[in-house]
């Protein structure tokens, strides 16, 4: 359905015993805020797609999430990358963000370089 463009936002946690889950699966606006349609207090992967045809992976982990936390985000984010290429979904990009705060900034920034242009 993602690639269906059926919806574009996926976002996806690390449970306990380290199983990866779909938390929420969505269409959202590119024009609103990102950071608003996202969990802000614990680490979460992002799977954005973008109606440039850019498909985009998000690690967004934010400051006051625990050492264990980022730890175990960390050492998942290979497995669900790998995942992600099992499925056949292309990633134009992948990145990290310090939380939801940082997000949009972070994600304007990705779609400008992606379109050519600069960052300043």
């Known amino acids: 359905k993602f690639s269906r463009n059926e919806f574009n936002f996926i976002e996806m946690a690390v449970r306990n015993e380290g199983s990866v889950d779909l938390v929420d699966s969505k269409t959202v606006d590119f024009g609103e805020k990102l950071a608003e349609k996202m969990e802000d207090s614990e680490p979460r992967f992002i799977l954005l797609n973008h109606p440039s045809e850019n498909v985009f992976f998000i690690y967004s982990c934010p ?14 984010r290979a497995s669900v990358l790998e995942m992600l290429q099992n499925f056949n979904i ?7 963000c310090g939380g939801p705060g940082e997000l949009d900034e972070a994600f304007e920034r990705e779609l400008k370089i992606n379109a050519g242009g600069n960052e300043g």
């Not at 292309?90 to 990290?96: A, I, M, P, V």
């Open 90 to 96: 292309q990633l134009t990009k992948s990145f990290e």
């Open 63 to 76: 400051e006051s999430a625990s050492i264990r936390q980022k730890m175990t985000y960390s050492t998942a």
